[in-house]
């Protein structure tokens, strides 16, 4: 059995509750929670280097976890049947290159993010470390988990202590509101969801003329090879007639949680209230479940319902959100909605890769999750410290001269700015070139679109440096604060490290690439002869609605 998986869920969560459970007066509690922080961070480390260097694992399925825990004693069934067949559950938890880079993400946002709490948070912090631990315990059950049940659980499980996070330390407009708009619309997207994975569960797989019986399961492993096996057959789909609507069920689940148009309200209200700390992880992980949701669960088990429904759909919405998350962006003064509808552009490439179905749009958008949470979140910690320093931040004043009084954090800003951007050495840059160049070989027309969006990423990045670090040094307005001057050890070598592996990624891609590019590969063996069967010529048909469109 693998050590690893179960530690990397119980270390932060035991943590985290014995850290809640200590409350707030005990010192020692801050200090256990950064400890466990660094735990889970070298422990997912470990599980990335284990998964690195196991060789590919070979088989019929598009899920195949090169690291995996399964005791056969938490086996069980269910008290429903499909059939003549008990629905079977075993309790697998596994990492495959996708969820190990993922859990990595994790540690490494989860690890800061705390360190950064114990100068940041003034009020309760060993609660609001507490809670992170089990947010963070949540988020890598979702990436380890292996079945239906269990993926469910965490994934809904994530939204309890964060709730309580945005609305106890919420330093924004109405963190109150903020929260309860958070819970309803993740709680909406939760029951399509959940009859959606019930459904896929259940379905018989339509082989040929008709659909087989087989023994009704939960098991993502078990349910790639049968999707597998059908698509290799002839199959036109995995499901039989009901994947069409299993599919667009399981979309609005999780495109309420990765801020789809027009689903994305809930995001910038979210980011505006709550701690840009807190925000840190939302935006760089919590945000990527949806996505993760999609890769790992509707694409390689629905593939061909997905090609033929919702591919140019989504695809579109994708396209879309790049361009009118960077135009909302540029409209914004307050720098939390600024970051906030810049993370809704910037997932649209995530999207756009994913729904290209090729093998470089699925490596690309990968990437590019990874990339994007590790430039976000730094741009929230970076935000964080100003407000320390200058209280809430605002471009609607053209000349600050940050650079000269914060020459630290201004070196760190003006780099992930252009991560962000993209610029080619850096890691944004990889990760968008390869989403976009598996979306051309679909859809030049969205591709188009998408460069569209590149360029207004580029303008309101400029706009922040531009506003906020240049310029004559003029007093400082806002509260005051006792943390002055410029960044301090603790604040900016955990962002420097950051810095340093975007560099890294973006100079060698490939080191990173290789622990998922079989994976993906794997993945879009089942998926590109769908998009080829489902649109032969995706631009034909664009060119065939906009004349109607045009009317």
């Not at 590019?368 to 605002?394: D, V, Y």
């Not at 806002?478 to 001057?485: D, N, R, T, W």
Request: aromatic fraction near 8%; hydrophobic fraction near 55%.
């Amino acid at each position: 059995m693998n050590y690893l998986i179960p530690l990397l869920i119980f270390v932060p969560l035991v943590s985290g509750v014995g850290v809640l459970l200590a409350g707030n007066r005990s010192k020692a509690a801050s200090s256990v929670g950064v400890a466990a922080a660094v735990l889970t961070l070298l422990l997912s480390a470990l599980l990335a280097v284990q998964v690195y260097v196991s060789p590919t694992v070979s088989g019929l399925g598009s899920i195949l976890p090169r690291a995996i825990m399964s005791p056969d004693v938490l086996q069980f069934s269910l008290p429903i049947s499909s059939g003549n067949y008990d629905i079977r559950w075993r309790l697998v938890f596994g990492a495959d290159g996708i969820s190990a880079l993922l859990v990595l993400l994790t540690g490494i946002v989860g690890c800061i993010t705390i360190l950064l709490a114990t100068r940041q948070i003034q009020s309760r912090l060993a609660s609001y470390i507490g809670l992170l631990l089990v947010t963070i315990a949540m988020l890598m059950g979702v990436f380890l988990a292996m079945d239906l049940v269990s993926f469910y659980v965490f994934f809904e499980a994530v939204l309890i202590p964060l709730i309580l996070l945005i609305n106890g330390w919420g330093n924004g407009p109405e963190p109150m509101v903020a929260s309860k708009k958070f819970l309803l619309f993740t709680l909406a997207g939760s029951i399509p969801m959940v009859i959606g994975l019930i459904a896929l569960a259940m379905s018989p797989v339509n082989i040929g003329e008709g659909a087989i019986s087989r023994p009704s399961t939960i098991s993502l492993l078990e349910l790639s090879e049968y999707a597998s096996a059908a698509v290799a057959q002839g199959s036109t789909s995995v499901a039989g007639s009901q994947s069409v609507w299993i599919v667009w069920l399981l979309l609005l689940g999780f495109g309420i949680k990765l801020a789809i148009l027009p689903l994305h309200s809930w995001l910038p209200t979210t980011y505006a209230a709550a701690h840009p700390n807190t925000t840190a992880l939302v935006a760089s992980v919590v945000a990527k479940l949806g996505l993760y949701g999609i890769i790992r669960i509707v694409i390689p088990l629905a593939p061909m319902a997905l090609a033929e429904q919702a591919q140019f759909v989504i695809g579109g919405l994708g396209a879309i959100a790049i361009v009118y998350g960077a135009l909302l962006a540029l409209a914004q003064n307050d720098m939390r909605l600024v970051l906030a509808y810049s993370s809704i552009s910037h997932v649209g490439f995530i999207t756009l890769g994913l729904m290209s179905l090729t093998s470089e749009g699925l490596a690309g958008a990968t990437l590019q999750m990874f990339n994007h949470g590790l430039i976000t979140a730094s741009m929230f910690w970076i935000l964080a410290m100003l407000e320390e320093r200058r209280g809430r931040i605002s471009l609607s004043l053209e000349d600050r001269g940050m650079a000269a009084q914060y020459p630290k954090l201004a070196v760190l800003m003006v780099f992930f700015v252009l991560a962000g951007a993209g610029l080619p050495g850096l890691n944004g840059f990889v990760g968008e070139v390869l989403a976009m160049t598996g979306m051309m070989r679909v859809s030049g027309t969205l591709v188009a679109i998408a460069v569209l969006g590149t360029l207004l990423g580029a303008w309101y990045g400029l706009r922040i440096v531009q506003r906020l670090l240049f310029g004559s040094a003029g007093s400082p307005e806002g509260h005051a604060s006792k943390h002055e001057g410029d960044l301090h050890t603790i604040e900016w070598a955990p962002l420097a490290a950051v810095a340093l592996l975007c560099l890294v990624i973006g100079i060698v891609p490939s080191r990173v690439m290789a622990l998922f590019q079989s994976d993906t590969d794997r993945l879009a063996k089942v998926t590109e002869p769908m998009t080829q069967q489902a649109h032969p010529n995706f631009d034909t048909l664009i060119s065939s609605v906009t004349p109607a469109i045009e009317r």
